[in-house]
């Protein structure tokens, strides 16, 4: 008899789960048992990594669109009967001083990141708050170091991380007497998509500049993959974290020791 996966029949909504940390912690949950629901905006990536990814469905849309996350949770309602595990992952980061920082820019970060956590913790509590699933279940959001510590030229980043985790303890404290988890990883520096060197004329990415100082500065000597995050949000959504809940978990390789020491 073979040894049963962590994760196995239970049903997991991942927002921003097309590619880079997103699609990791998709297939993560998915390599543990779960049954997944990939979101994006880009209908040919959600598919494509769907069809990376066993067991696996697709809900197109923005996060910061409450009819989407609404439609987010139906699709695991119809496909799969449920929803136990909620990693709110989407979101962005779009950079510039603050006198310089237009209301769109900052609109656009804090809809996706904060808004959107929101939206989709509040479109999922119809089927995450009932009485009969006989376990506890999760909410997992993806916060960042940078909402703990704060970084220049990132205030709207910063400040939507800022408020995920503010949001996070409090729905923590509103939903531990129905036995759901709610916790926040936040990422120090992660290979993605948004952190690659940002090009002329290119809305995501990092300047040139800024990346040679990060990489000068990783005590264990890499920065993050997208898997090391995947395996810490794979852990909260298990029943071996069923006594955590309200935390910020910091996952940076030591990066902050090096702000501290």
Same mark, same amino acid.
């Given at each position: 008899m073979g040894v049963a996966q962590p994760l196995e029949g =239970?049903? #997991?909504?991942?927002?921003?789960?097309g590619r880079g940390i997103g699609k990791a912690i998709a297939r993560r949950l998915s390599d543990? &048992?779960?049954?997944?629901? *990939?979101?994006? !905006?880009?209908?040919?990536? $959600?598919? $494509?990594a769907a069809a990376e990814i066993p067991n696996a469905a697709v809900a197109v849309g923005s996060v910061a669109d409450s009819s989407h996350?609404?439609?987010m949770v139906a699709v695991a309602?119809?496909?799969?009967?449920? !929803?136990d595990i909620v990693v709110c992952n989407a979101g962005l980061t779009k950079? #510039?001083?603050l006198h310089k920082m237009d209301d769109a820019t900052w609109d656009l970060v804090i809809d996706v990141a904060l808004k959107g956590t929101f939206y989709t913790c509040r479109? $999922? #509590?119809? !089927?995450?708050r009932r009485k009969d699933a006989g376990h506890n279940r999760k909410v997992v959001t993806i916060s960042s170091i940078n909402g703990i510590y704060g970084v220049a030229f990132n205030s709207n980043y910063c400040a939507a991380k800022g408020g995920i985790n503010g949001l996070t303890k409090s729905l923590a404290r509103e939903w531990a007497p129905l036995g759901i988890n709610v916790n926040a990883v936040a990422p120090g520096f992660v290979e993605t =998509?948004?952190?690659?060197? =940002? &090009?002329e004329g290119d809305e995501l990415g990092i300047p040139a500049e800024a990346l040679e100082q990060i990489y000068r500065q990783f005590p264990l000597g890499r920065p993050g993959k997208p898997e090391d995050v995947a395996g810490l949000v794979s852990w909260l959504s298990t029943?071996? $974290?069923?006594?955590?809940? &309200?935390? *910020?978990?910091?996952?940076?390789?030591g990066l902050e020791i090096v702000k501290v020491g």
């Amino acid at each position: 008899m073979g040894v049963a996966q962590p994760l196995e029949g =239970r049903v #997991a909504l991942v927002t921003g789960s097309g590619r880079g940390i997103g699609k990791a912690i998709a297939r993560r949950l998915s390599d543990d &048992g779960a049954a997944v629901v *990939i979101n994006d !905006l880009d209908e040919d990536v $959600a598919r $494509a990594a769907a069809a990376e990814i066993p067991n696996a469905a697709v809900a197109v849309g923005s996060v910061a669109d409450s009819s989407h996350t609404d439609e987010m949770v139906a699709v695991a309602e119809r496909e799969f009967g449920t !929803l136990d595990i909620v990693v709110c992952n989407a979101g962005l980061t779009k950079d #510039a001083m603050l006198h310089k920082m237009d209301d769109a820019t900052w609109d656009l970060v804090i809809d996706v990141a904060l808004k959107g956590t929101f939206y989709t913790c509040r479109s $999922a #509590a119809r !089927l995450l708050r009932r009485k009969d699933a006989g376990h506890n279940r999760k909410v997992v959001t993806i916060s960042s170091i940078n909402g703990i510590y704060g970084v220049a030229f990132n205030s709207n980043y910063c400040a939507a991380k800022g408020g995920i985790n503010g949001l996070t303890k409090s729905l923590a404290r509103e939903w531990a007497p129905l036995g759901i988890n709610v916790n926040a990883v936040a990422p120090g520096f992660v290979e993605t =998509r948004l952190t690659a060197a =940002r &090009g002329e004329g290119d809305e995501l990415g990092i300047p040139a500049e800024a990346l040679e100082q990060i990489y000068r500065q990783f005590p264990l000597g890499r920065p993050g993959k997208p898997e090391d995050v995947a395996g810490l949000v794979s852990w909260l959504s298990t029943s071996d $974290a069923d006594y955590v809940t &309200g935390q *910020i978990l910091e996952i940076h390789g030591g990066l902050e020791i090096v702000k501290v020491g």
